[in-house]
């Protein structure tokens, strides 16, 4: 498609969106009594507008019934999370046994990692790609002193070549094999945080189990935003945030999948009562056995508050379905390049450099800006004129139109004032 840089074109793209109808499903802030344009779902995703009745019946269920609610309330409690597989399943591309939901992000890794990370005298190294998230980072470190080992020799990093700013397939493939037989995890990103760059899951994967190692990944800006696959490419573990593009509330839980060919193994796990056969939960026997499924790896007990967003937002994608909304996102990342493309032209003396990959099949949402000339008082500009955005040192800044809630329009206007913004801090 011809994109053009007018009010009106953008305008038709809106009219012919499918999805159009879902913006007005989420909760806005006001900007002079406008919507502001939303570029950060990537990190807090907008409030559904049903996600307050959700919660509200938790509090009225236990409000009136109390302790019954476990048992007696509308959705009860006590497998409050079992009504996640089937559509959270759907999302990451998993049969629903190897999904659940519980605790949080960072604390879900390194309980899989208690599984999956189990390093020998001569299988201890862990593969991560070159500046990880930095929970990760200290997860990753943490956990390999924990085993007695040095951070500095168990811990390779994939490193960009210079004057490149995403890590070339390639060279992943190249350290696994060099890695080899002492090689005991991969442990990536499924889309980098940094640079919005998408990796290859179903090859790496293939590559770590041929030289022997588990393969896990760390999906916080991969679920609700590129199409998983995750049964199908026989990754071991992974684990996902459900409050950047999955809209479930700041800070809230995390999903976890677990292969379907580890469910009847004897991998050890840290265990608690709400892993523990569910026929025999209330028993309260000594002894632990665990539910075949990712449900064997849940801990506690589950904060029913927490999950009633998630479920709101998780029963909202099913209803849309991944496929739809990637579409949209394809074109509308595409639509955002085109103006940041037309701005830069426009403006004598820019130079705007996205740093996310071009190629369509190794990004998703997110466009990562080098905005070379400019400095954070245009990030200031935006953001105090109603363009809510993201800024990385030295002079990025991270823009994710996420397509359940933001419209072409949304990308034009914020091409307009981009463009004030750079000819009035100029003056
Ligand atoms: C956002 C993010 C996290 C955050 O972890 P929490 O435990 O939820 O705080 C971790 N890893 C990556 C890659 C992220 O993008």
């Given at each position: 498609?011809?994109?053009?840089n007018t009010?009106k ?5 809106d009219a012919?969106?499918?999805?159009k ?6 909760i ?15 990190s807090?995703g907008?409030?559904?507008?049903r996600?307050?009745k ?5 509090m009225?269920?236990w409000?009136?019934m109390?302790?019954e609610g476990?048992?007696?309330a ?5 497998d409050y999370h ?10 990451v ?5 190897e999904v659940t939901?519980m605790?949080t992000?960072?604390?879900?890794l ?23 998230f930095p929970?990760?980072q ?11 080992l ?8 994939i ?8 890590i070339r ?10 890695v080899g ?11 980098n ?6 990796f290859?899951?179903?090859?790496i994967?293939?590559?770590?189990h041929?030289?022997g190692?588990?393969?896990g990944f ?5 679920a ?5 696959e ?8 992974a ?12 800070g ?5 999948f677990v292969?379907?060919k ?16 569910k ?5 309260m ?5 665990p539910?075949?499924?990712a449900?064997?790896?849940q801990?506690?007990n589950?904060p029913?508050?927490?999950?009633a967003?998630?479920?709101?937002s998780?029963?909202?994608f099913a209803?849309?379905g991944m496929?739809k ?17 037309e701005?830069?032209?426009e403006i004598?003396?820019?130079e ?7 190629n ?6 997110q ?6 000339g ?11 004129n109603?363009v809510?955005?993201?800024?990385r040192?030295?002079?990025?800044i991270?823009l994710?139109?996420?397509?359940f809630y ?5 990308m034009?206007e914020f091409?307009q ?7 009035s801090?100029k003056k």
């Amino acid at each position: 498609m011809t994109f053009q840089n007018t009010r009106k074109f953008a305008q038709q793209l809106d009219a012919q969106d499918e999805l159009k109808n879902y913006r007005n499903e989420f909760i806005f802030p006001q900007h002079n009594g406008k919507n502001v344009i939303y570029f950060t779902g990537n990190s807090l995703g907008l409030q559904p507008k049903r996600t307050q009745k959700y919660v509200n019946d938790v509090m009225n269920d236990w409000a009136n019934m109390a302790v019954e609610g476990h048992f007696f309330a509308e959705k009860p409690w006590w497998d409050y999370h079992e009504r996640f597989a089937q559509p959270l399943s759907k999302i990451v591309g998993a049969l629903p046994s190897e999904v659940t939901v519980m605790n949080t992000l960072t604390v879900n890794l390194h309980l899989l990692m208690v599984s999956f990370y189990r390093p020998t005298e001569k299988r201890y190294k862990i593969i991560c790609e070159e500046k990880a998230f930095p929970s990760d980072q200290y997860m990753f470190q943490s956990q390999v002193i924990a085993h007695g080992l040095k951070p500095e020799d168990a811990i390779v990093e994939i490193k960009r070549r210079d004057g490149e700013h995403n890590i070339r397939l390639e060279d992943i493939l190249s350290k696994i094999e060099e890695v080899g037989d002492e090689l005991a995890l991969v442990l990536f990103g499924g889309v980098n945080y940094y640079t919005g760059q998408v990796f290859d899951m179903k090859t790496i994967t293939e590559a770590g189990h041929k030289v022997g190692a588990y393969v896990g990944f760390d999906l916080a800006h991969a679920a609700g935003n590129i199409k998983l696959e995750l049964h199908d490419w026989n990754v071991d573990f992974a684990a996902w945030c459900s409050y950047k593009y999955m809209n479930s509330g700041p800070g809230n839980a995390s999903g976890c999948f677990v292969h379907e060919k580890h469910h009847h193994s004897n991998l050890p796990r840290f265990a608690g009562w709400w892993g523990h056969n569910k026929e025999r939960r209330f028993k309260m026997e000594p002894n632990f056995e665990p539910v075949h499924g990712a449900d064997g790896w849940q801990v506690s007990n589950l904060p029913i508050l927490s999950l009633a967003p998630y479920l709101a937002s998780v029963e909202q994608f099913a209803e849309v379905g991944m496929d739809k909304l990637i579409t949209k996102r394809n074109q509308l990342t595409a639509y955002l390049e085109f103006i940041l493309h037309e701005i830069d032209a426009e403006i004598p003396g820019t130079e705007f450099e996205i740093i996310t990959p071009s190629n369509p099949s190794e990004r998703a949402c997110q466009l990562s800006v080098f905005l070379h000339g400019q400095g954070r008082n245009l990030f200031d500009y935006l953001m105090a004129n109603g363009v809510i955005t993201d800024w990385r040192e030295p002079n990025v800044i991270r823009l994710a139109p996420a397509p359940f809630y933001c419209s072409y329009e949304d990308m034009y206007e914020f091409g307009q004032i981009l463009k004030e913004g750079i000819n009035s801090l100029k003056k």
